[in-house]
């Protein structure tokens, strides 16, 4: 089982659409969570972090399931420029820090 | 002013050849990080350095050696280049605590082609 897994992509929707990405680690003991976003030939930057109770960054919410080892990102109304790769990132504590293989989003108008 | 910048952005190079990548940030951080990201765009980790010293090294070839002269640089350097080192390769740094874990931000990326 690899140590961080992500829904594949790609995903194709329409401006204004909702929609949801998966993430599972497999480390129980890991520490922090977060969510990058990678633009086409750009390099990984933080989208958010994903904290136990939930939060939320404007048209942007993450999820945290202990229990089940599963992050989650929404995104609502979905404009041109979320289209991106985005990357669910596990931090086991300290300095071990694993990034997802990403899910591809393409917006179209 | 950037971050975290790394040079050259694009290199292209023949198979057998020695080459490197230079990496410096001006964030203060005392960790540094060299990532590849082949071409089915997989984001691994290489090296990671703390305070000059190496923490992580993912079962990297001996080809690869970093090489950290303080905290602000983390250099890459590649021998005998074949043909699988075709990758874009992110220098990174964090301010790690411990337990928990700061931002990481990254380089633009180097671009390495081996022909």
């Known amino acids: 089982r690899k140590e961080v897994e992500q829904d594949p992509g790609p995903f194709n929707v329409p401006e204004g659409a909702t929609v949801a990405f998966n993430c599972t680690y497999s480390n129980s003991a890991s520490q922090s969570f977060f969510w990058y976003r990678q633009d086409c030939r750009k390099e990984p930057k933080l989208l958010m972090s994903?904290?136990?109770s939930g939060n939320e960054d404007g048209r942007f919410t993450a999820q945290l399931n202990r229990a089940s080892q599963y992050i989650s990102l929404l995104i609502r109304d979905s404009k041109l420029s979320d289209s991106a790769t985005y990357l669910c990132v596990v931090n086991e504590g300290g300095f071990k820090t694993i990034f997802g293989a990403g899910t591809r989003l393409f917006v179209k108008a | 002013d950037t971050a975290v910048s790394q040079t050259p952005k694009y290199l292209v190079t023949q198979m057998g050849n020695d080459k490197s990548i230079k990496c410096e940030q001006n964030?203060?951080?005392?960790?540094m990080y060299w990532y590849k990201q082949d071409s089915k765009k997989f984001l691994k980790i290489m090296f990671s350095?703390?305070?000059?010293?190496?923490?992580i090294n993912e079962t990297v070839p001996n080809r690869f050696s970093p090489k950290s002269p303080d905290k602000a640089h983390l250099n890459l350097h590649i021998n005998s280049l074949e043909l699988g080192d075709s990758a874009v390769y992110f220098c990174?740094?964090?301010?790690?605590?411990?337990?928990?874990?700061?931002?990481?931000?990254f380089g633009e990326g180097s671009w390495l082609t081996v022909v």
């Open positions: 350095y703390n305070n000059k010293e190496l923490i």
């Open positions: 994903v904290y136990s």
């Open positions: 990174a740094s964090s301010q790690v605590v411990v337990r928990a874990l700061d931002t990481i931000y």
């Open positions: 964030l203060g951080h005392d960790t």
